[in-house]
């Protein structure tokens, strides 16, 4: 372990440099290590493991994943967090690489040289479902996830079918991931506070998760049954088949998009490759 402790606190760093949140780019900071130190514990054990921080900003979390013994690569978009996370690294015993650039451009495979790697991040609000899709559908895929989201967007990434909240996201993500929320955050916890709250989602990768081929059909369903989602499968599908996608893959087409299970989705999915080939 690795003990951080002389560093000054994160308030007064922000201060000393003069840094203020900048909300164009979704920044609000946690300067509580006691939250961040939690965040880490539900990422599992770290020690040894790398891990991927998005949005470090001032390096709050990612002194907690320091202290938790991960080796961390971290991407960040605001230069001016850069002397911060530079003080940071001096003091990480080599474990700690920071980049200057855009996390939804990167390779992650080769920032983390083909090393399978972890992902925990305080993710930029306007970019995370972004993130997290990109994630999920590869070519790169974590090992686990463990992102702090908007509170709304977490609950749309583990809705169970029937819920109001279920949609695509739920859809990917839980055919791809066992999901669940292991944290809430309120917004008091951030400096500044936003205006919601927020919460932690733990993403851990299906042992099977479905082909390329099933997933991209599956995304090509699931986008036209849920843009029309208060019509009829028969309705909503019309385009890739319409009724007779659905008596291919034994499902009632008079049925909603939000009732469908993972596994009906996927034999919408496995139906429209049928007719495709």
């Known amino acids: 372990m690795i003990d951080l402790s002389a560093l000054p606190?994160?308030?007064?760093?922000?201060?000393?440099?003069?840094?203020?949140?900048?909300?164009?780019?979704?920044?609000?900071?946690?300067?509580?290590?006691?939250?961040?130190?939690?965040?880490?514990?539900?990422?599992?054990?770290?020690?040894?493991?790398?891990?991927?921080?998005?949005?470090?900003?001032?390096?709050?979390?990612?002194?907690?994943?320091?202290?938790?013994?991960?080796?961390?690569?971290?991407?960040?978009?605001?230069?001016?967090?850069?002397?911060?996370?530079?003080?940071?690294?001096?003091?990480?015993?080599?474990?700690?690489?920071?980049?200057?650039?855009?996390?939804?451009?990167?390779?992650?495979?080769?920032?983390?040289?083909?090393?399978?790697?972890?992902?925990?991040?305080?993710?930029?609000?306007?970019?995370?479902?972004?993130?997290?899709?990109?994630?999920?559908?590869?070519?790169?895929?974590?090992?686990?996830?463990?992102?702090?989201?908007?509170?709304?967007v977490a609950e749309r990434i583990v809705a169970r079918p029937g819920d109001d909240a279920f949609g695509r996201l739920a859809l990917i993500a839980q055919v791809m991931c066992e999901a669940r929320i292991v944290m809430d955050a309120p917004a008091r916890a951030f400096t500044p506070p936003p205006k919601v709250d927020s919460a932690v989602v733990r993403l851990d990768p299906r042992s099977d998760p479905p082909e390329p081929s099933r997933v991209a059909a599956m995304e090509a369903v699931s986008q036209a049954a849920f843009g029309q989602r208060r019509k009829m499968l028969r309705s909503s599908l019309k385009a890739l088949g319409g009724a007779d996608l659905c008596e291919a893959a034994g499902i009632d087409p008079t049925r909603r998009a939000e009732t469908l299970s993972l596994d009906e989705f996927l034999r919408l999915a496995d139906a429209r490759l049928q007719r495709a080939n």
Do not use: C
């Open 9 to 152: 606190s994160l308030r007064e760093s922000l201060e000393t440099h003069g840094l203020l949140a900048n909300k164009g780019l979704g920044q609000h900071f946690l300067l509580d290590l006691n939250i961040t130190r939690k965040i880490a514990r539900l990422a599992g054990p770290l020690e040894g493991r790398m891990v991927l921080e998005i949005g470090p900003g001032p390096g709050g979390l990612t002194r907690a994943l320091l202290e938790a013994g991960a080796r961390v690569v971290a991407i960040e978009k605001d230069a001016r967090f850069l002397p911060l996370l530079n003080t940071l690294q001096e003091a990480s015993g080599g474990r700690l690489e920071v980049h200057l650039a855009d996390a939804l451009k990167v390779d992650e495979a080769v920032l983390s040289a083909g090393e399978p790697a972890s992902v925990v991040s305080n993710l930029p609000y306007n970019v995370g479902t972004a993130l997290l899709i990109k994630w999920l559908t590869g070519p790169w895929r974590p090992q686990s996830m463990t992102l702090m989201f908007q509170k709304e």
